[in-house]
T-cell receptor
Framework: DQQVKQNSPSLSVQEGRISILNCDYT??????FLWYKKYPAEGPTFLIS?????DKNEDGRFTVFLNKSAKHLSLHIVPSQPGDSAVYFC????????????FGTGTKLQVIP | EPEVTQTPSHQVTQMGQEVILRCVPI?????FYWYRQILGQKVEFLVS????????KSEIFDDQFSVERPDGSNFTLKIRSTKLEDSAMYFC????????????FGNGTRLTVT
């Protein structure tokens, strides 16, 4: 039961260009969405989030876009830097209860110098 | 910046043995979680814990698993009789509130069951 899907397992981008990572979800009860970055042998690190009342949230080089009608979100990284090379996880949470966060399968981003 | 700490970083155990994975969440956080990641797979929810009791658990979290907050700082995951398929990275996480707040993760314990 994959409620959060990242269909691209990997992505390669040239340094300085835009990286776009995509995510789809199926559960209409999700109303809070997050992106995490993960390096090998480390835990996921929170990057940026967006609540369902917004369609865009920006933090420095990172912007998350949410399209609720399409149940789709994306993370834009501009400009991409070699240090951005990592696995990126999309995650989602619903309201009510203790709101476990459900993760996607991840996209491995490689930024080529 | 405060962080979640986990010990040990790597645990090797024989099948059938008990293991305890330890976590110190961020001090003012109230909600605690365990996740695991089998090599190359997604990060999977195991259990959430609030106010000294389990608030939600997944189907993975069967009777061989238990969690405890024995004092004001530690949060532990016990696996009573380990199986080969329990080999994974186990991540502890905490958050200060529910409602649009991120989970903060530790660096994980790599559990290897032989």
């Amino acid at each position: 039961d994959q409620q959060v899907k990242q269909n691209s397992p990997s992505l390669s981008v040239q340094e300085g260009r835009i990286s776009i990572l995509n995510c789809d979800y199926t559960n209409s009860m999700f109303d809070y969405f997050l992106w995490y970055k993960k390096y090998p042998a480390e835990g996921p690190t929170f990057l940026i989030s967006i609540s369902s009342i917004k369609d865009k949230n920006e933090d420095g080089r990172f912007t998350v876009f949410l399209n609720k009608s399409a149940k789709h979100l994306s993370l834009h990284i501009v400009p991409s830097q070699p240090g951005d090379s990592a696995v990126y996880f999309c995650a989602a949470s619903g309201s009510g209860g203790y709101q476990k966060v459900t993760f996607g399968t991840g996209t491995k981003l490689q930024v080529i110098p | 910046e405060p962080e979640v700490t986990q010990t040990p970083s790597h645990q090797v155990t024989q099948m059938g043995q008990e293991v305890i994975l330890r976590c110190v969440p961020i001090s003012n956080h109230l909600y605690f979680y365990w996740y695991r990641q089998i090599l190359g797979q997604k990060v999977e929810f195991l259990v959430s814990f609030y106010n000294n009791e389990i608030s939600e658990k997944s189907e993975i979290f069967d009777d061989q698993f238990s969690v405890e907050r024995p004092d004001g700082s530690n949060f532990t995951l016990k696996i009573r009789s380990t199986k080969l398929e329990d080999s994974a990275m186990y991540f502890c996480a905490s958050r200060d509130r529910v409602g649009n707040s991120p989970l903060h993760f530790g660096n994980g314990t790599r559990l290897t069951v032989t």
